[in-house]
């Protein structure tokens, strides 16, 4: 109990969002939003739950330059690997959802185009370590890339969208659109929404801990 | 000795051993003209296509057309900057110089490199595709400070990609996701070049995308170390 009461959090906290989600009264704004901004609280958790698994991602990787052990490496890939998942998920209930709202899946938002390149930075990540044969070479060399990738992306991914104008919420015109307003949200939205973020923030790390631990048992039979 | 005088004796000696290592890589790409005239040729017949096809185009056009060469003769140009030196050469400049002061030769090499390349596909791109800029001297700058940063980006993939197989093909793998944003804000910084009056606003990108220059300066200074350590 004392080691999984986090799993049982997580299926707890999804049964909710996936029920009372779609149950709880938000507002309508006469008719312009209607139901489908209850994608709140499954397409802004995805993008939470990839900045905070490249987050963890990196720190791996710094940790690995330090102290050189093969297991950080694992988990820095496998929170990359976790990381970019949750991108992809982010950009397809995103992609839905414009369809209905902004009329097309993709309006080249500078969101999407930043949520794009992130996506493409961290599969020239999977790239890279497939292409060098040498393990502790590939541990280190990505964990290089990793560092990298993340100090390049990052500042461009908070910094840029509040300097130009996007169709995502906060809008403040020409002086540009965070992507969020919390000011300006129902509170039941915001409450599901910070539900959605921890629920699947947990799924996240879940079958992140899971993959880690595939590999350390195929290490384990691969080396005795 | 106090530590002040110290420091400063490391100092003299490190900028002595960049600047040696500079001279060297300048030495060499006299000597090997083919190299340095291939990234020539390179650009000029890139941006001749570009004639070829498209004719004068206008403004916004022209501008993208400029940063997508610009990106191409930069991979081109920086991507053989850790393939010259064999292993036992490496080690050599390992025992004598050191890391940092390795890569900082190297960066600042590729900067001169590629500034020279910048003002070179400015005046063919003028020759050839017209000349739609109201402020030149303003895009000019903004070439300039285009070419650093690549340079800057590039030649620390270079490094990366120098440690694994196929370079050339990862050198665009890794390249091209991760130089999009300093791209996309450079065109737009550029994009006053080409209006009437130049906005005001374009300082604030000029200062991020400085920043950026800068956090590779420092990343490559960190991280390179771990890299050249076999």
């Known amino acids: ?224 | 000795m106090p530590d002040a005088a110290i420091f400063a004796n490391n100092m003299s000696t490190s900028v002595k051993h960049i600047v040696t290592l500079i001279k060297k890589d300048l030495l060499l790409e006299v000597r090997q003209q083919y190299t340095f005239y291939g990234i020539l040729l390179y650009v000029a017949s890139t941006i001749f296509i570009v004639y070829l096809t498209m004719g004068q185009p206008e403004g916004q056009v022209w501008n993208s057309l400029f940063w997508i060469v610009q990106l191409f003769v930069c991979v081109n140009a920086v991507a053989k900057s850790f393939l010259g030196d064999s292993r036992g050469r490496m080690l050599y400049f390992y025992s004598i110089a050191g890391a940092t002061d390795f890569i900082l030769s190297k960066l600042v090499f590729n900067i001169i490199l590629m500034l020279v390349m910048s003002l070179l596909s400015l005046g063919v791109f003028i020759v050839l595709l017209d000349n739609p800029l109201t402020h030149f001297t303003a895009f000019l700058g903004i070439s300039m400070l285009g070419g650093l940063g690549l340079a800057l980006v590039f030649t620390f993939l270079a490094a990366i990609a120098a440690k694994a197989q196929q370079q050339a093909a990862l050198m665009a793998i890794m390249g091209f996701p991760v130089i999009v944003p300093q791209l996309l804000l450079l065109s737009k910084i550029a994009k006053t070049a080409f209006e009437p009056v130049i906005q005001g606003g374009i300082w604030q990108m000029v200062l991020v995308l400085m920043g950026l220059d800068l956090l590779t300066v420092i990343l490559a200074l960190i991280l390179f170390p771990f890299l050249w350590k076999d």
Request: proline share 5%; net charge positive.
């Open chain 1, 1 to 224: 109990m004392r080691n999984y009461w986090w799993k049982i959090l997580a299926y707890l906290l999804l049964l909710t969002v996936c029920t009372e989600g779609f149950l709880v009264k938000v507002p309508v704004l006469e008719g312009r939003l209607q139901q489908s901004v209850r994608n709140t609280f499954f397409h802004v958790p995805m993008w939470f739950g990839m900045m905070i698994f490249f987050t963890v991602s990196v720190v791996y990787a710094l940790l690995y330059l330090y102290k050189q052990k093969p297991g950080y490496d694992h988990y820095a890939l496998e929170f990359a690997r976790t990381g970019t998942v949750f991108g992809i998920l982010g950009l397809i209930t995103g992609a839905i959802w414009a369809n209905y709202q902004w009329g097309s899946p993709w309006s080249g938002d500078p969101k999407q185009n930043g949520a794009a390149v992130a996506i493409l930075i961290y599969l020239a990540y999977f790239v890279l370590r497939g292409s060098i044969n040498d393990i502790d070479k590939r541990h280190k060399i990505s964990a290089v890339y990793n560092i990298f990738a993340y100090a390049m992306l990052f500042p461009t991914i908070w910094i840029l969208p509040r300097m130009t104008e996007s169709l995502h919420p906060g809008g403040m015109g020409a002086e540009g659109n965070p992507g969020l307003n919390p000011n300006d949200s129902a509170p039941a939205v915001t409450s599901f929404m910070w539900i959605g973020v921890a629920g699947w923030t947990l799924l996240g790390v879940w079958i992140t801990t899971l993959r880690i631990r595939l590999q350390f048992l195929i290490e384990k039979k691969l080396h005795g």
